[in-house]
């Protein structure tokens, strides 16, 4: 039987994009975006630095990039990766999957890391645990295709993983595998949960108490949504700000 998956059209996929360039050109014109000391100006991942209590950090390396080689593979990863996850997850649920993902990554690169780093990929790895998350829970609707899709993942994650390895890489393993298992845990709850609906309860569903599916197309509905899982995502914050705050008081023991 043929179904259609309710999507949405990507739209904050595209924004994160242009806003990881703004940020280039901007760091580019003011001292180079490979020079040590503007990264920290601009807000690099610096474990003293968050340490002393910068944790806005944690947030802002993820907009930055080192060198246009490092921002044109995220640009590229972000266009692809980005837009399937916003497609099938809707806006909302995107936009808490990219940044939550991004942080859980810094945080984790925090714990175990002194070096500087910055960069998409935390985030972008975290689009990689959620498709993952997505094609497993629903291997059996999408069929062959689905199967092919996981295994294409975990290909395209097993050669990264190669990469990060690889001796003289300075790649932030520790910040991707936060990234990844942050956007696995928020993708096992954000994950769409589909339903077969009548045509004539979808029509008159706008006129019905409670919360409203945030997807709807043909009689395919995403039941899912960002305020039935507030607090899944809450406790993911909280764990987030704790595992911040024992690796602050372990640096400074």
């Keep these: 039987m043929r179904i ?9 996929a595209y924004v994160f994009l242009a806003i990881n360039v703004i940020v280039f050109i901007a760091m580019e014109l003011t001292g180079g975006s490979t020079n040590a000391a503007n990264l920290v100006r601009f807000g690099a991942n610096f ?84 498709l993952a998350v997505y094609f497993y829970k629903h291997r059996e609707m ?18 990264n993983v190669i990469i990060g390895l690889s001796p003289g890489s300075s790649i932030d393993n520790f910040g991707h595998l936060g990234g990844f298992i942050g956007g696995a845990i928020l993708g096992w709850f954000l994950c769409p949960v589909y339903k077969l609906v009548n045509p004539f ?32 995502v809450a406790l993911f914050m909280a764990g987030l700000i704790a ?5 602050q008081m372990a640096q400074r023991g």
């Design 201 to 232: 309860e979808r029509l008159y569903s706008s006129a019905m108490p409670g919360p409203q599916p945030e997807l709807s197309n043909g009689e395919i509905m995403d039941t899912n949504s960002l305020s039935k899982q507030s607090l899944n």
């Design 47 to 130: 474990a003293p630095l968050v340490a002393s209590g910068e944790y806005w950090r944690l947030f802002t390396a993820n907009f930055l990039h080192i060198g246009i080689l490092h921002l044109g593979v995220n640009s590229y990863a972000l266009y692809l990766l980005g837009s399937e996850v916003e497609a099938l997850f809707g806006h909302r649920r995107f936009i808490t999957l990219y940044l939550l993902s991004g942080i859980s990554g810094a945080v984790l690169s925090f714990m175990l890391t002194q070096g500087l780093s910055a960069g998409a990929s935390t985030s972008l790895f975290g689009a990689f645990g959620a």
């Design 142 to 159: 999408l069929g062959s295709f689905g199967q092919q899709r996981l295994i294409s993942l975990g290909m395209t994650l097993a050669i």
């Design 243 to 247: 595992l911040t705050l024992l690796a």
């Design 4 to 12: 259609r998956i309710p999507t949405v059209r990507p739209r904050w």
